[in-house]
């Protein structure tokens, strides 16, 4: 893959630049709940094709909305919030900004409503690939505005969902209070209650460990989906997705992998049929923490893009050129275009500053080791050959994995990150899927490595959704910075790197494992 993608912008190829394209509202057919469930109709109430205009920036005049955390609003800003919600879900249902419609974006968008236009085989999906966090930030400016007309305020702003942070790691107070139109009734009870801390890594169990341990697993998790992990732009946002690529066999960036996924299974109630409400794409968006959550997503867009220079949106034209649609404030339809939302401040709109303590979090070197295939070898760790894949992962597996490079300068680490790519990743799209990767964890207490461990790699997780051809015959791809992280192992003169693959939550067939060295 490479740096072809960084590059495009300086290419005469531009011309015949792919991006994806806005649906064809006419043509929006019943989404699906899970690849076998039933289907559910999510579709805008659309009056015809002539009256679609295209986005404008905001007035430079207007004040900037700041979003507030959560945890840290006050009683008058809580009732206003309340009353624009309240006055939200009072409209008419199909008023495109009614909340039932605002949600239902989220499912039609997400579970196979939309055909990509002239690839009637391939559905739209806003998931799993480069386009995520920039759908994700338009569809939250225009329910914010619409909020901020209902109450007429102007400066009206999200609260963001501060989960990065130790006060933010629970569910915030002001969606719990079942009188309150913020109140969801399907979620997970236990973790409704605000004193039950959030596992940023959670895989569907309920592990409890002193709040200093889970402080630190998540502060760990956080660094490596930010920092360690997401050193090059494909790396945090996703992979390209181009007009007519099914974005079921892309690769998700970090932070939509995780916490973000995990965050919406957390959440959901798994006692319901499809973990609704945020547990599945369809349902997601008639919690209004949805809003919440996902504007602590589109913070961390912002805050990745401070923390080097190299750290840059796309240039790409398949990516900047990428457009959707959506009701405004006003009622009308708006192509928006990837390009229009990349500064969140000339959205006039910008995040209230608070610490960030991810940000310097270190995992604790390990000593270098003479050969770790061998040190597993003599603790009879089983080992499973590369010449095993495809299989099926049923139990934890460990594989030697070679490397092409080692022991390159700071340089070349600059210019080229490795990366660990998990191929052909076979799964229901229906179900819940979680699997953790760890690097040398030749511990053997039979605990595999998580987030609190210096070994711990990264995690593949899938929210259940359905895609367009619904079939499982999809192939996605996981792949993981991995530059940092050998170093820490004192692993960075092996020529190769043993991979703990551990099953967390349901079923999965993996292609196989390689090392790869990416510029972008
Ligand atoms: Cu569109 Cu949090 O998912």
């Avoid at 990509?116 to 799993?128: C, K, N, R, S, W």
């Amino acid at each position: 893959m490479g740096g072809i993608y960084g590059s495009a912008a300086l290419d005469p190829s531009i011309a015949f630049a792919d991006p994806i394209q806005p649906p064809d509202l006419t043509k929006c057919g019943p989404a699906s709940v899970t690849t076998t469930g039933p289907t559910v109709q999510c579709c805008p109430p659309f009056k015809g094709p002539d009256n679609i205009i295209d986005f404008k920036l905001p007035s430079p005049r207007e004040r900037v909305r700041t979003r507030p955390a959560a945890h840290l609003v006050d009683k008058a800003y809580i009732k206003k919030y309340e009353r624009a919600i309240q006055l939200m879900r009072s409209l008419p249902d199909d008023d495109p900004r009614s909340f039932k419609q605002q949600a239902d974006v989220h499912c039609a968008y997400c579970n196979g409503a939309y055909d990509q236009i002239g690839f009637p085989e391939t559905g739209l999906q806003v998931h799993f690939s480069w386009i995520f966090f920039p759908f994700h930030r338009l569809y939250l400016y225009f329910f914010e505005r619409i909020l901020g007309k209902l109450i007429d305020d102007p400066t009206f702003a999200l609260p963001y969902w501060n989960w990065d942070s130790p006060p933010g790691m629970n569910m915030p107070a002001i969606f719990t209070d079942p009188n309150s139109p913020l109140y969801d009734p399907i979620r997970n009870p236990t973790h409704s209650d605000p004193s039950f801390m959030l596992d940023l890594d959670w895989s569907r169990e309920d592990i409890v460990v002193s709040p200093e341990e889970q402080i630190k697993s998540n502060l760990n998790l956080m660094n490596t989906q930010m920092v360690s992990g997401a050193k090059k732009r494909t790396l945090f946002f996703g992979t390209p997705l181009k007009a007519g690529d099914a974005a079921a066999n892309t690769g998700q960036g970090s932070i939509e992998r995780s916490p973000h996924m995990n965050i919406h299974i957390w959440t959901g109630d798994p006692k319901q049929a499809h973990t609704e409400d945020m547990g599945n794409f369809y349902s997601a968006g008639r919690d209004p923490i949805f809003y919440c959550h996902h504007a602590n997503v589109d913070r961390m867009w912002d805050l990745w893009k401070t923390l080097g220079p190299r750290r840059t949106d796309f240039t790409d034209p398949d990516w900047l050129e990428a457009a959707f649609v959506f009701y405004d404030e006003d009622k009308n339809l708006v192509r928006c275009k990837v390009k229009d939302c990349l500064d969140s401040r000339k959205l006039n709109y910008d995040y209230q500053k608070v610490p960030l303590p991810w940000l310097d979090t270190k995992r604790t070197p390990k000593a270098k080791k003479k050969t770790l295939a061998n040190a597993f070898a003599t603790k009879k760790r089983e080992l499973t050959p590369l010449s095993a894949f495809p299989l099926v992962l049923n139990k934890a597996i460990s594989v030697v994995v070679p490397r092409g490079k080692r022991s390159r300068t700071v340089v070349e680490k600059e210019e080229e990150e490795e990366i660990l790519v998990v191929e052909g990743i076979e799964f229901d799209r229906g179900n819940v899927v979680k699997f953790d990767v760890a690097l040398n964890d030749e511990d053997d207490t039979g605990v595999p490595a998580g987030p609190q461990d210096t070994e711990f790699a990264g995690t593949f997780v899938n929210v259940p959704h359905r895609e367009k051809q619904g079939a499982p015959s999809f192939k996605a791809v996981l792949r993981l910075g991995i530059t940092d992280l050998l170093e820490d192992l004192g692993a960075d003169d092996d020529d190769t790197v043993v991979v703990t693959l551990v099953p967390k939550v349901g079923e999965v067939k993996i292609g196989g494992l390689k090392i790869d060295y990416i510029t972008d």
